[in-house]
Every structure is written in C-alpha cells, then in structure tokens.
C-alpha cells in the first residue's frame, strides 16, 4: 500500500512538471490581466493562476458592441447573455497583459449579415413601382447607411436631384447614394427641367448634344431627354458667360466637351459620377462655388482603404458636441496609433483617427473636418516629410484621390468651398475615368474586413480608425523604400511653413488646440543629405517658425527599423504601441499646461 502510495505521488510530481510549460521549478504561478478599454467592464481583470492553466474572464460590453478577438494567441469567446462574454485563454505559461478587440454591431436579424435599421423613402410628388415608398435595410458596420441611387423614382418634367430629410425641401439635402442617419425617412427631391425650346439639340451617335443654350440662367436643369434625344453630350461653346444659381447635369450626360461652360459662374452644381469626359477646359475661367456629385452606379472603392474615409468621418460627425482628440496626417497616422491607449489615456475625450492617405489635398481634408471641432478639443498634427507638397498645403489643387476617399459618400465633397481650389474637373475627370473600369462592388463592403490589398481579412479597422491588424516586426531590419525622407531644412522653404500655418490658424482661431508632433520614419530611410547636424538644425527651425506647439523631439520619431510594416513610414503593431506611449506622455505634457487635463 506504502508503495501505491509512493507511485501516486510521483504521478503527481510528474504532471506538475508537465504543467510548468519548460519554466523553472521556482516559477510556479503568473500574474494575468485584462488591459482596460473603453465600452467594456471586466469582472476581476487581474487574476494569478498556476502556470499552464486555462483561465477565464467574465466581460460586459456596451449596447451595440461585441467582443470579437484579443491579441494572445490562443483563445475562446462564449456569449453567456446580452452584451455578456466569456474569454477563455488557453495554457496560459507566463505573465500577460491581455488586450480585448471590440467591434460595433447590433441586433441580429433573421439574416446572414447583422443589420440596424431602415431607411424608408418617399417619392414625394413622383411616381414609384410597385408601392408608395421604398424601405431598405441598413448595414451595422457603417455608423450611417448609404441611400439607393434613386432609379425607382420618376417626374414628369422633373429631374431627382436627392433626397431631403422635410419634404418641402427645408432640411438636409442628401445626395443620391451619399450616407444618412439609422432609420431615417427620406423624401425625394426634385428640380423642375429648364423647357425644352431653351437648348439647341443636335443628334449624335447614341443620343444628342445639347449645342447652345438660349437661355438667361439662375437655376438650369438640363432634361434627360429633349425632343426625344437622350442628352449624352454638352458641346464646346454651350453655354458662356451664363450666371447659374443652380446647373443640374442629369445622369445621362456622359461627355462635356471643351469650353463648354466658359466664363459662367455657377453656385451649385449637380453633376453624376458616370460623366467621364471632363477637364478644368469644360469649363474654362468658370467661377464654381459647390459641387453636388450623385452615384449614378454603384460604388467601386468599397472595403478598400478609401472607403475607411467615410466611416471615419462618419465617427467625427458622431462627437461633433463632445470633446475629441483628432489625430490627423496620411496612412503613418492610420497605421501608427493605438487609440485605445490615448482613449484610456485621456478619459474625458474621445479619439478619432482621421488619417488615410498623405498623398492627397490635406487642404481639402482639413477643410472637412473643420466644422466637426470646437473649442477646446486637441487636433494632432503629424505630417509626413516624404509628401511635403501635399502634407504643408502648399498648394490648392484638388486630386483624384480626394474624390476616390469621399466615392461612399460624396455630400463630403459638397462641404468644400470650390472657389478655394483649382483643377477641380481634371480631377474629377480622371477620378470617373478610372473608376469605370473597376468592378462595381456594394456599399455594405467594409473596410474592417479587407487588409490594404483588397484580400478578406478579420478586424483590420477599429472604431477609432486604427488599422488594428497585426503587423510584426521587421526583423530582417531592411528598408521598403525606394527614396529616402528628408530631413534637412534646405527641404522646408519659408512659403512652405506659411502655407502650413495658414491651412490651421483657422482651427487655432475658433479655439482648437493644434499641436504638431513628428510623424514616424525608419532610421535607415532618411536621404543622403540627413545626418545628425541637418536634423537638429531642422527641429530647432521648425520650432521657431511653426505658428502650434511642437510637443515632442523629432530623434524619437525616428525609430529603429524593427518597428515597421511593409513601408518605412507604417508602423508594425508593437511599433504603434510604443509610438502611442510617447504622444501619450507628451500630451499629457502639453495638455496639462493648457488646462485642458
């Protein structure tokens, strides 16, 4: 009996051992937490297990959200109740702090995908098949759903122009395909068409040519159709030196040919997406103030990285009466951050990750997100030294990707004062010129579940605007890019720094505390003509000459090439990590010494 006894013992010992996970015989217990995150509670986030153990945590989320993933590698998630979960980690065998990864959602339907709400339209004095309204369901990934594109409703002698929230036409004018609120009701809005006898129409291959307009101006709606041609073309010469309160081109018109519409000034615009042929000539000196664009087809750039554009602005929209932190530059913004960390950070404010592309009119983008921040919320200005022209506003020139960003909801656009730009129709030109020749995809596509090239992936964007998808180390230690990044003063003239400061005195003046700090850049990706000398001689110029508070030290910017992803301006996952601790602390810095902490 003695030596069954002694044989059970040494069983013991034996699975003991195998349960310490190859660890020394002293380490016989870890320490395991839930990290904290907003919109979720953790009933005792702090627990010590033995080592090799299975250890779970109850977890409550807020209303709307679930809990989807966290970052240790082996795990499971139960729902146990409404907004109520089980996390599991597996064979835990040394000390973690556990990060928690929610994602917004809804009520489930009976249906494949989660939705949450509807959006009902009313065609509002035209005509409908097959009932008086239309209601269509509406996506819970998007914080706001887009409108259909319009084609059920009709007029006679009356051109859709979008959709109103009053249907006297007195509240928010929506574009045809551009985002509204959950469960909205919508009524469709309509502009009388300019009589027929006001256009000279020649018949062209495919339909006609609108050839000159007799006509005085104020509102001008071109037909659809006139004399039973199907307006396709505006020809060179149409219209000059007209004043247009309103000019609507309908969506059949395909081409506007040089000098078109020259010397005319025109305060809105309604033109569609499918106009292909158009160029700043179209409409040669013609004095534009806004342009209205309407989806004529469905969209092309959805779930890709233009797409998070839209979602968000859609979040900025959300907190435009609550205090915010904006982070703001191109994609080392959207790569480079862990919101989160600022969120519990500074708990007063909610963050928004505004940053998409550097490569674009950030004029433009500014000019978006103007009327979203008031006093007191931080805008964090990172610009990016390899795209200067575009990062320091030093020019006005609107783009191609400034009109692919806003494709899934282009009222964005409308928001811009047009007079402030140039080259407004080669953009948009080349914008619809490419886009037709893409797939058409669907407006429920999004950007959280594909990765930068389109392949489908889990969780890639957080509510903040982080791209969350891990991203490991560079550990070969190799650069990605071709050009280095410049660092040298000689690079960063004095009309350079007054377009910048200029582009954000505006946000200064209304009360908004713009600070700049350094945007990332591997240390083996800096030009020839960088060296230790031109990059203190460049933070000690910028701090003299930049209009916000430098908040932190250009030398830590500059970061191993350890810690980037697939460029050397986008950081890997640890790499934000470490990034997000230092402006947390330089934030907390500056903030405090402006009485916003």
């Known amino acids: 009996m003695k030596k069954l006894f002694c044989i059970f013992l040494a069983c013991i010992a034996a699975l003991l051992t195998l349960c310490g996970c190859g660890q020394s015989e002293n380490v016989k217990t870890v320490h395991v937490q839930i990290e904290d995150a907003a919109h979720m509670t953790v009933n005792n986030n702090y627990r010590i297990i033995r080592s090799g153990q299975d250890v779970s ?3 409550s989320v807020g209303e709307d959200y679930l809990l989807s993933s966290c970052d240790y590698p082996d795990y499971g998630i139960e729902q146990t109740g409404e907004g109520r979960y089980r996390l599991t980690l597996e064979n835990v065998c040394y000390p973690s702090t556990v990060r928690v990864f929610l994602s917004y959602a809804a009520k489930t339907e009976e249906k494949e995908f989660l939705r949450y709400g509807t959006i009902t339209y009313y065609p509002n004095g035209g005509k409908i098949c097959g009932g008086e309204d239309v209601e269509e369901d509406v996506y819970y990934k998007h914080l706001r759903a887009n409108t259909i594109l319009g084609t059920q409703f009709e007029r006679d002698g009356w051109t859709l122009i979008g959709w109103n929230t009053q249907p006297d036409g007195s509240g928010t004018h929506i574009g045809l395909g551009s985002r509204a609120d959950k469960n909205s009701v919508l009524y469709a809005e309509y502009m009388q068409n300019t009589p027929a006898e006001q256009f000279v129409v020649s018949q062209t291959d495919g339909g006609g040519k609108v050839e000159k307009y007799l006509g005085s101006g104020g509102d001008v709606v071109i037909p659809q159709s006139i004399d039973g041609l199907k307006v396709r073309a505006i020809a060179d ?5 007209i004043a247009f309160s ?6 059949s018109v395909v081409t506007v040919e040089e000098y078109a519409f020259t010397d005319c000034t025109i305060e809105k615009l309604y033109i569609t997406d499918n106009t292909t042929l158009a160029s700043d000539k179209c409409f040669h000196r013609c004095k534009l103030e806004k342009m209205y664009i309407n989806a004529a087809s469905r969209p092309r ?7 998070s554009y839209a979602d968000k602005y859609d979040r900025l929209l959300s907190l435009r009466d609550k205090k915010k932190i904006v982070l703001y530059s191109g994609s080392s913004t959207r ?14 404010y909610d963050v928004v990750n505004m940053g998409v592309r550097a490569y674009t009119s950030s004029l433009a983008q ?8 008031r006093e007191d919320d931080v805008l964090l200005v990172s610009p990016e030294f390899d795209a200067l022209y575009y990062q320091f506003c030093v020019h006005n020139m609107l783009d191609y990707e400034t009109f692919a960003l806003c494709e899934s909801n282009y009222d964005i656009i409308s928001t811009l004062d047009m007079r402030n730009y140039s080259e407004i129709f080669d953009a948009f030109g080349d914008y619809t010129s490419t886009r037709i020749n893409l797939p058409e995809r669907d407006y429920s596509l999004s950007c959280r579940d594909f990765d930068e090239n389109f392949v489908p992936s889990k969780e890639v964007y957080n509510d903040y605007g982080d791209y969350i998808l891990y991203r490991e180390n560079n550990y070969e230690g190799k650069s990605f890019s071709y050009n280095g990044c410049f660092y040298n003063k000689k690079y960063f003239p004095l009309n350079f720094i007054e377009s910048f400061n200029s582009a954000f005195r505006p946000f200064i003046k209304s ?3 713009a600070y700049f700090t350094y945007s990332p850049r591997s240390s083996i990706s800096i030009s020839d003509d960088s060296n230790a000398t031109t990059i203190e001689q460049l933070d000690i110029y910028l701090r003299e000459n930049i209009e916000m508070p430098i908040i932190s030290g250009i030398t830590e910017s500059i970061m191993p090439p350890l810690y980037f992803y697939g460029t050397d301006n986008h950081l890997s996952t640890e790499g934000a990590m470490l990034r997000t601790e230092n402006v947390i602390n330089c934030l907390n810095v500056r903030m405090r010494a402006d009485g916003l902490i």
């Open 301 to 307: 750039y959805s779930g890709t990285y233009y797409d």
């Open 237 to 241: 010469g149409a219209f000059k030196e």
């Open 246 to 251: 309103s000019l609507v081109l309908p969506s």
């Open 366 to 373: 500014l000019e978006f997100m103007k009327p979203f921040l």
């Open 335 to 348: 790569f480079g951050y862990d919101s989160q960390m600022i969120d519990v950070a500074f708990g007063e």
């Open 511 to 513: 009360g908004v505390h």
């Open 57 to 59: 945590f109850d977890i």
